[in-house]
């Protein structure tokens, strides 16, 4: 895959930049990647890059141009083309950003709105942490956990339940907004708590520091990122608790025995080293793994048109 995997980037609309952080990372790193051809015929896949705030016509306009001034979308509707967009798009009437939506690969951020986000082709990005050299990796702290569960929240999401939490002492939660040191907490709890469209950034964190990630949502999900490459079963438990549930949450997470605890900390913290960004993209690291499941969808599927 180093050697041979090409991609094309097509002429940006007008310039712009991704004001989120893991979007803006995997950009810089394809643009400065062995990866790039500027021969439209030597590559696998296409980036169609845009900004994250385009509009909805505009979308259509950049798709619209490439089917008529390039023969490469036309081949494909657009099944060998990929963009980045950190929220996700919807589903449009226009032609244009239909073949999009269904057949281009979206690279979004995790998690990814309902609806937006299509299992067997979109691909997330991991959150990024403060700096790959502050993680600690502590799963050799597996004994010393004393807190059974910590939760770094948002102050908004699943209120009826964190506030059933915090009765327990079982239980440490930190309100984001506070700007609290979370590193300590998560080396020193077993479960870390995240809240599935809530606060999500520290799951990288958590899980290099080994601390167990227990994502609580009420449906399945599929947008977990590296999902070809992490059997995120082996690595998390995904929880779906009514929205007073502590008592349920407790339960479930007693009955985890110390020896399966101790056996997910250790390929949590090994997992955790694809999950980080770098300024410089590293081998395994989260840009390159993301190539990774670039090229396993470089054999492209052509769509029928409605």
Known sequence: ML???????????????????????????????????????????????????ISTRSMAR???????????????????????????????????????KKNSIQISVFPVVSGYFIPHKDITLPPSVRSPLDLFHGAENSTKASILGYLRWDGETELNLVTELKLDSDFVIEEKSKQLESSRSFRE????????????????????????????????????????VLKWSDLALVVAVPHSGAKRLKQILSEVSEEKIAEMREMIVAAS??????????????????????????????????
């Open 62 to 100: 950049v798709v619209r141009e490439l089917r008529t001034d390039f023969p490469y979308w036309n081949r494909t509707l657009g099944a060998d083309h990929f963009f980045l967009s950190p929220a996700g798009i919807d589903y449009s009437s226009d032609r244009n950003i239909l073949e999009l």
């Open 3 to 53: 050697t041979t995997f090409k991609v094309f980037i097509c002429t940006p609309y007008t310039p712009f930049e991704f004001p989120d952080v893991p979007a803006s990372l995997f950009y810089n790193s394809l643009l400065r990647s062995p990866f790039l051809t500027h021969n439209p015929e030597e590559a696998h896949l296409f980036f169609v890059p845009f900004s994250p705030d």
């Open 189 to 228: 709890s077993k479960f870390c708590l995240f809240l599935y469209h809530g606060e999500v950034d520290g799951i990288v964190e958590a899980m290099a520091s080994g601390c167990v990630p227990v994502v609580i949502v009420n449906r399945p999900i599929q947008d977990l990122p590296l999902m070809d």
């Open 273 to 306: 080293k694809h999950l980080v960004w770098n300024e410089e993209a590293q081998a395994m690291d989260a840009f390159n793994m993301l190539m990774y499941q670039l090229w396993l969808r470089r054999h492209a599927i052509r769509y029928a048109r409605r």
